[in-house]
């Protein structure tokens, strides 16, 4: 590394600051994306769930006994008229 004084001192400087700079880019760039994926799935984690238990009761409403029975069978009881 030439340490002496003159414009090659001043374009050795320059290389490391853009090499050093272009470092930092690509490290924040990395962690940037890895806490966005993070914050991503955290967020979309309830959705994840609520369509899971959507999907379960569309195939329970569509099943047989239910067919069967009329709908009746998801209906609490107390809530039922009885005439």
């Known amino acids: 590394m030439y340490t002496g004084r003159g414009s090659r001192s001043r374009k050795i400087c320059a290389v490391n600051f853009r090499e050093g700079m272009r470092r930092i880019g690509l ?3 990395i962690t940037g994306a890895i806490a966005g994926s ?3 799935y955290v967020l ?3 959705l994840i769930k609520q369509r899971a238990e959507s999907i379960e009761f569309m195939r329970l409403a569509k099943s ?3 067919k069967l029975t009329g709908g009746a069978s998801l209906v609490d009881p107390q809530w039922t008229i009885t005439g």
């Open 64 to 66: 047989d006994e239910v």
């Open 38 to 40: 993070i914050g991503t």
């Open 27 to 29: 490290v924040l760039g």
């Open 44 to 46: 979309l984690s309830g």
